[in-house]
Structure formats: C-alpha cells, structure tokens
C-alpha cells in the first residue's frame, strides 16, 4: 500500500495516547475510528477529542470550520465492528503484554490480509508482538509521545520481520501528520524510553534517598537542565503505570539491576495514584491543575 491508498485508520485504545493519535489522523485528513473494548468507553474518547478540537477554536489555533470537519471523519466503534474494513490499525491499548497479545491475535484473524497493525508500545518487542500475528512483516512499531497533538517525535520501530514496505508506509504517514521521524531498531525501550525511564527511575529514588523534595528535584532538571517540567511532573504526566511497566520491561529484558524500579513508584502504582490521570501521583490534581506535592509521599519516605 503506498500513502495515497490510505484512506482509513483504526486506532484501538482510547486512552490518552489513543485519543491523541486519533485527532492528529483526523487533523490530517484521514478517516478515524476510534475504538475500544466497548462502544461507551470509545464514543467518550471521541467526546474527548471534540472538547479538545473545541478548546482549539477559543484558543484561535483551528477554525470552527476545520474542527467540524475533523469532527466529522471521527468515528467510535468497537474492535469487533471496525477490523473488517481497517488499512492500518494503530494500538494504543495498555502497556501489558498479555492484554497486546490477544487484541493483535484478534486483529490478525479480523482484518484484511493486507491490513498493517502497528503498535504505539512504549517498550514491548514489536519482533513479539508480531510473532502473535501470521503477518510479520505488516506489523511494525509507531511510538508517539505524549501529549501527542503538541510532541514531534514518532520512533519507528522495526522488527525483525517487518518488511521495508511496511516501514516506509508508516514513516510517510508519520511525515504527513507532521511528525520527525527516527528510525529505531527492535530494543528494550527504543532510544526515547531507553534513556527517558533511567532518569524518571533515579529521580524517583533520589526522592526516597531523601536527597531532595519533590518541587525542588523538579525545579533543579527544569530549570538546570532547561526541560519543559521536572522529571516526577513527567513521570505523573506520563502515568506512573506506564513507567513502571516500561521499567520493569528494561529490568527483565536487560537482566541488569541498574534498570530495577524504585519502592516509591511501584507503591504509587500498588495504591492506584497514577499520576495525572488519577488526580494524585506525585503530585495532586485538580481539573488537570497542580495542586501540590502528594502528603502520602512523605510517610513512603518514613
Ligand atoms: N493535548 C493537546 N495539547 C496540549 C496538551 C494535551 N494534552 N497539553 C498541552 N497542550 C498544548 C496547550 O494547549 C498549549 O497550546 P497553545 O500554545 O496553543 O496554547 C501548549 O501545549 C502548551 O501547553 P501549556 O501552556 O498548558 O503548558 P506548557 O507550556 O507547560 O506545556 C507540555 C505543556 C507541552 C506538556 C510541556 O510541559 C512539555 O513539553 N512537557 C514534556 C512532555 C514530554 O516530555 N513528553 C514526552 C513524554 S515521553 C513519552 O510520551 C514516551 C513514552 O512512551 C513514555
């Protein structure tokens, strides 16, 4: 399939990460369904899109006009619906293998032959997932950053099958929606996870180490190092499940203790205070604004 043929993009998960994808897509001109397990779950991803168009317009970013033709190439539906007519799938579903391995099993026995299934994993081997499908070289790893309608970057990732074709398909499409593209072989983490996640990780053990407070590491990287917020603002941003999951994929993949994740995220996860999305991680939220340090931290640290 070259780029003009694509018409159509399935994106699977309508979580953060999904939803972001699925307004680039429709930005850009391209049909999207927008899908989840259920019909509920991937008809408020798109209620959440149409907010985030909306707020565009107040902001002078988008014409009213363009945000109701975006609008208008955005669909939701089930997976079990939208497979049989997909070109290119995007998954976005969470960072677990298990719940990867049955969604591409199930897309490979649901969409066309020639469909290509691409994932937007963080870490997880695109070789693996690819080896659940009978089409190897259609699978292919396209890793967007979040917030994905303001970050560049998509990491490519291919996998030790993943025909030329199929590569070359999802970097022009990658180029269409704006993005710089970078080419990554099939490794733990890719290049951005396989530095970003160590620091997020020491930042987080400097923590407990008592080396400094939450505001002050976060003041010290942005300010110090000039990045756009502290590393514990990033991980919260990110979602403290997503990191510790990526974590733990360099623990066990490298084999090497200097990836093991810190105490204080895995209990911020045990205790569901995932960052952003739950209104605690490090820090505590309110209609998505700071609010202060999370008081639980300070009894994690004894
Ligand atoms: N969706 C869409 N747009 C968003 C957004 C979102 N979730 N969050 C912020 N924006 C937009 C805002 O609307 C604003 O746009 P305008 O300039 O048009 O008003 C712009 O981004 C700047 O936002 P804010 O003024 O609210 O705040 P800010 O200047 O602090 O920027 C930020 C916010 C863009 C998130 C910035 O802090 C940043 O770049 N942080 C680092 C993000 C980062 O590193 N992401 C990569 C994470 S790693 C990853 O994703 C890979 C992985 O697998 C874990």
Known sequence: MKLSDLKHVLVVGAGQMGRGIAQVCAQSGYLVTLSDADWATATAGRDRIIHQLDALVGKGRLTGAAAAETAQRLTASTVADAAKSA?????????????KRRLFETLDATTPRDAILASNTSSISI????????????????????????????????????????????????GHLGKTVVRS?????????????????????????????????DLAIQHGLNHPMGPLRLADLIGLDTVLAIALVLYRDFSDSKYRPAPVLRSLVAAGQLGHKSDCGFYVYNDGKVQGPNPAITRLRG
């Open 87 to 99: 070109q290119l799938v995007i998954e976005a579903v969470s960072e677990d293998l298990v719940v």
């Open 185 to 217: 072989q099939d490794r733990p983490g890719f290049i951005v996870n396989r530095i970003l996640i160590p620091m997020l990780n020491e930042a987080c053990f400097a923590l407990q180490d008592g080396v400094a407070c939450i505001e002050d590491i």
């Open 127 to 174: 070789t693996e997932l690819a080896g659940f499908t009978s089409r190897p070289d259609h699978v292919v790893g396209m890793h967007f950053m979040n917030p994905v309608p303001v970050m560049k970057l998509v990491e490519v990732v291919t996998g030790l099958r993943t025909s030329d074709a199929t590569a070359a398909l999802v970097t022009d499409l990658a």
